[in-house]
């Protein structure tokens, strides 16, 4: 899988104790009593968890868990670099904390995208990687949106990028722009940090790399409805739009015009 991983987890009584290398969060399946837990810290909190309860454990932070019933809980994992590159999409922000919610805390919709990642996982057949994908997407999403407080910002780099870090950008986004970019890549590619790129990218070019794509995908798009030789899904595939409905409406949301208007000139 791209972005993460995905478990369905039923275990015995006992405990563990872990430090994540990925962000980890477990949903409870099952309603347990009486799980002590700590997370970054060594003071231990006993609770009980209903059936969707959410705890969230960030990379890098120690955390521990005992229970004294069977347990049975999703478990989805994002990598910081995924995270990041989810958060660059939603915020046009790189560097984003998570908040976990208390202990004990229920949250319906990290619980409905738990049970078709169950249903997927149990099902009578090999589990669809890509729909999982999917799923661990909208789950990282989901955590940017509820699970984050927005406000951390990029340290500023005066100057924004040097000449020829903007250079090279410029030349290997024009080259892929109509494929998956993640910041990672585009900040290895300026030589800057990918916690430091999207601010330094946005000071040189006038706009946060995600939106700087979408313009020249719809640029190009464009083009190509101008010249009328393809449908409307080939165009959205070439210019790297994910199908016709997202080519239009993020044409008509930054162009003011969907496809179908452009090409006969409404």
Same mark, same amino acid.
């Given at each position: 899988?791209?972005?993460?991983?995905?478990?369905?987890?039923?275990?015995?009584?006992?405990?563990?104790?872990?430090? =994540?290398?990925?962000?980890?969060?477990?949903?409870? /399946?099952?309603?347990?009593?009486?799980?002590?837990?700590?997370?970054?810290?060594?003071?231990?909190?006993?609770?009980? #968890?209903?059936? @969707?309860? /959410?705890?969230?454990?960030?990379?890098?932070?120690?955390?521990?868990?005992?229970?004294?019933?069977?347990?049975? %809980?999703?478990?989805?994992?994002?990598?910081?670099?995924?995270?990041?590159?989810?958060?660059?999409?939603?915020?046009?922000? =790189?560097?984003?904390? $998570?908040?976990?919610? &208390?202990? @004990?805390?229920?949250?319906?919709?990290?619980?409905?995208?738990?049970? /078709?990642?169950?249903?997927?996982?149990?099902?009578?057949?090999?589990? %669809?990687?890509?729909?999982?994908?999917?799923?661990?997407?909208?789950?990282?999403?989901?955590? /940017?949106?509820?699970?984050t407080s927005r406000k951390r910002q990029p340290v500023p780099i005066r100057g924004g990028l040097s000449p020829s870090s903007a250079r090279r950008v410029r030349e290997f986004i024009n080259e892929n722009f109509t494929r998956?970019?993640?910041? &990672?890549? $585009?900040?290895?590619?300026?030589?800057?940090?990918? %916690?430091?790129?999207?601010?330094?990218? #946005?000071k040189t070019f006038g706009m946060p790399p995600h939106r700087y794509l979408i313009n020249l995908r719809l640029t190009f798009a464009e083009k190509l409805l101008r010249e009328g030789e393809l449908t409307l899904a080939e165009?959205?595939? *070439?210019?790297?739009?994910? %199908?016709?409905?997202?080519? #239009?409406?993020?044409?008509?949301?930054?162009?003011?015009?969907?496809?179908?208007? *452009?090409?006969? @000139?409404?």
């Amino acid at each position: 899988m791209t972005r993460g991983s995905v478990i369905h987890s039923v275990r015995s009584p006992g405990s563990q104790k872990f430090l =994540a290398k990925e962000h980890a969060a477990g949903i409870v /399946l099952a309603p347990i009593r009486k799980l002590r837990a700590s997370l970054g810290s060594d003071r231990i909190e006993e609770f009980d #968890a209903p059936i @969707g309860s /959410l705890v969230i454990n960030p990379a890098g932070v120690d955390s521990s868990l005992a229970w004294s019933a069977t347990r049975e %809980n999703a478990v989805v994992s994002i990598s910081p670099e995924a995270l990041s590159d989810l958060a660059a999409h939603e915020f046009d922000l =790189a560097d984003v904390e $998570l908040q976990p919610p &208390a202990f @004990g805390t229920v949250d319906p919709r990290a619980f409905d995208i738990a049970r /078709l990642i169950t249903s997927e996982l149990s099902g009578g057949v090999a589990p %669809n990687e890509l729909y999982l994908d999917s799923l661990v997407t909208q789950f990282g999403v989901h955590l /940017l949106r509820t699970y984050t407080s927005r406000k951390r910002q990029p340290v500023p780099i005066r100057g924004g990028l040097s000449p020829s870090s903007a250079r090279r950008v410029r030349e290997f986004i024009n080259e892929n722009f109509t494929r998956k970019l993640a910041v &990672a890549e $585009l900040a290895s590619v300026s030589g800057v940090s990918p %916690n430091h790129f999207i601010a330094a990218f #946005a000071k040189t070019f006038g706009m946060p790399p995600h939106r700087y794509l979408i313009n020249l995908r719809l640029t190009f798009a464009e083009k190509l409805l101008r010249e009328g030789e393809l449908t409307l899904a080939e165009i959205a595939y *070439l210019a790297g739009f994910s %199908n016709q409905g997202h080519l #239009a409406i993020t044409m008509k949301k930054y162009r003011g015009k969907t496809p179908t208007e *452009l090409r006969f @000139g409404r």
